[in-house]
């Protein structure tokens, strides 16, 4: 027997799956490059948002068109990968259609059948994606951040799609005994009939080449994840699991400041005595964050789960009245820098070296972070539980609360309610005058 | 002066009472000369309910919400403090406000510094009163008027409450139209987040006068508000559209207060 062959599908299988776990690897070092955060809260509303959200893409569907094509997409992918299981121990064991010599006729067939359904439903949806990215072209997807990359990287992946459901359907179109069984073969007969009188001989080439091609393919396709938006179709689900569980509008309170104020605030402590030990350590070197270190790893899960849909930046108010703030570019430019400073540290043997650049300004420009009004749609509209405006505030922080650089007229407000505890020029004493007005 | 009745948390202590429910004002409903009427207007209404309210008066102060979107958490917990440290010895237990921003901060950032209370946006306080037959609501001159709606991002997405307004609208048997984006979809008047203090960034358009546009597509007599700060750029919106005339921008305390000639 010739077992060159499995020897080969082997190493193809480990090559594929040992440098897609590196880059996972790679993947969570980065994420721990962020700040701890505390997401033990909630765990059952954690859960059920994942069922929810992720599982059950409830959020896609709030838009009908593109999320009944989603669902098409993701329901196809998911299941069309249990044919991926038969494929692999066939590769490995010189099998042919293993799982039709272990189950009945009707069943194999019955399970094949959908996955050619699905196959061509998917297919169609894929070309559906295609025109409205690139002949609708659909707003959201030619806004400005939508650079060369992320447009390529868009299409590259529906493109993928379609010659990955094409050799599917060649390859069982192709496999001479599978159409003999004539069962299952709802689409590909179909196709059959397209190459004519092709000997088996031939037949037997076009079946294993597309065998081959298809097997690859789901494996540059595994590793191309993670230079791509999606990587969402593995991360979305522990995102939507830590994504926020609180009302929208309830921000942190940072905790370092908590315990400065209420030091200041209580009349028994002198603020002039000596620190305990270790209190320094309680203080955050920094508050805010003006660098992608300075975010908690949720931000930065966020960061790598972004989809790039938009759908965030086209509810967005800033956005729709020609601002240059987009949420969306804030959770790319996020990645981009988190990917940045991973590579510097790859780079210089696992140590970051100061690159002279960091996520506010080379990234992120204060124009962009002050055009926020805190409303919330962006969180709200993101399928993926991703809070773009948590980053927003964190940076705004920072500006505040380290480089007092808040626009001008912040800082006439803020003296305001420091001095008269409201943010205009008005006496505290007079608060009770509308009574008798 | 109009004869309201506004005691304080100081005289009803002095008397030793404890009222059913503090009125947190804020500073626009202090201050601000349209939002002042709004105040005026929930007042009325309490006191026609013969709801036992007190203000904190003198003693109250800025919840913060502005410095903390401002990005100064410093500040922001410095004014929380001293609310609650007020609050506390008063042993506040149950707050209405007229201001989304005072509720989503009080109701949301409060417990974590100590301040936990019952926090409920007058709208949602009105309903109760209703819903408890202690008030109720005539359609008065707004009977058979187009009312449209206003989310405030602070009540509505950012609180989930979306009915408790339209419920007080529909019983002044209005004709309540929605706009097409509202409640979990409205969009932002463009005052959140401290943009209320400056001016807005460089773009192609105010967000009010956006949301003014949606707004009038639906043809309304009223722009209902539930937030000082949104009846404010919601005003100044159909002000720049000249339409002052055809279309008032009115709370939803107003419309129950004047619905029945408080
Ligand atoms: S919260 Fe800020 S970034 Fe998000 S939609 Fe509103 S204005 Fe835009
Ligand atoms: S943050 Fe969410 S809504 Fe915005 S582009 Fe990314 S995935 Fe889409």
Known sequence: ?437 | MENIKVPTMAEFMAEGKQPEVLFWVGCAGSFDDRAKKITKALVRILNKANVEFAVLGTEESCTGDPAKRSGNEFLFQMQAVTNIEVMNAYEIKKIVTACPHCFNTIKNEYPGLGGKYEVMHHTQFLKSLLDEGRLSIEGGQFKGKRITFHDPCYLGRANNVYEAPRELIRKLDAELIEMKSCKSRGLCCGAGGAQMFKEPEKGDKDINIERTEQALETKPQIIAAGCPFCNTMMTDGIKGKEKESEVAVMDVAELIANAQDL
């Open chain 1, 1 to 437: 027997m010739n077992y060159i062959p499995n020897i080969l599908f082997a190493i193809a299988l480990i090559s594929g799956i040992g440098y897609f776990a590196t880059n996972v690897k790679k993947l969570i070092r980065n994420l721990k490059l962020g700040r701890d955060v505390d997401v033990s809260d909630n765990k059952s509303q954690r859960w059920r948002n994942m069922a929810m959200i992720a599982l059950g893409q409830s959020k896609m569907v709030k838009r009908p068109i593109a999320g009944f094509l989603h669902v098409i997409v993701y329901v196809g992918f998911v299941i069309i990968n249990i044919e991926v299981l038969e494929i692999i121990l066939d590769g490995l064991f010189g099998t042919h259609r293993l799982f039709s010599t272990v189950l009945p006729a009707s069943v194999y067939g019955f399970l094949i059948g959908s996955f050619e359904i699905l196959a061509a439903l998917v297919f169609v949806s894929v070309i559906i994606f295609w025109m409205r990215r690139n002949i609708i072209k659909i707003k959201r997807f030619w806004s400005k951040e939508m650079t060369s990359w992320p447009k390529n990287d868009a299409n590259f992946i529906l493109y993928f799609e379609m010659v990955l459901m094409t050799l599917f359907l060649v390859m069982n179109a192709t496999d001479v005994h599978f159409q003999a069984m004539d069962t299952g073969n709802i689409i590909s007969q179909h196709i059959t009939s397209w190459f004519g009188n092709t000997s088996s001989e031939t037949f037997h080439i076009i079946e294993r080449t597309a065998w081959w091609l298809h097997i690859l393919g789901i494996l540059v396709f595994l590793n191309y994840l993670y230079f791509s938006k999606h990587l969402h179709i593995l991360l979305a689900f522990p995102n939507t699991f830590y994504g926020k569980t609180r009302p929208k509008g309830q921000f942190d309170n940072n905790e370092a400041v908590t315990k400065e104020v209420k030091m200041m605030m209580d009349p028994n402590i002198d603020p002039f005595a000596a620190q305990p030990e270790g209190s320094v350590t309680d203080t955050p070197a920094k508050f805010g964050a003006s660098d992608v270190q300075d975010l908690n790893w949720v931000q930065l899960l966020n960061a790598y789960t972004c989809t790039e849909c938009g759908r965030c930046t086209s509810e967005c108010p800033a956005n729709k009245t020609g601002k240059k703030l987009s949420p969306r570019k804030i959770m790319m430019d996020t990645r981009d820098r988190l990917e940045e400073v991973g590579k510097n540290i790859d780079a210089n043997k696992g140590m970051f070296k100061d690159d002279g650049k960091q996520l506010l300004d080379d990234y992120i420009t204060r124009e962009e972070l002050w055009a926020c009004t805190t409303c919330n749609a962006c969180v709200e509209a993101c399928p993926v539980s991703i809070d773009p405006l948590s980053i927003i505030m964190d940076m705004r922080r920072y500006l505040v609360m380290e480089q007092s650089a808040a626009p001008m007229e912040l800082n006439n407000m803020m003296t305001n309610v420091e001095n008269n505890g409201a943010p205009w020029p008005y006496n505290q004493m007079d608060r009770l005058n509308w009574k008798n007005e």
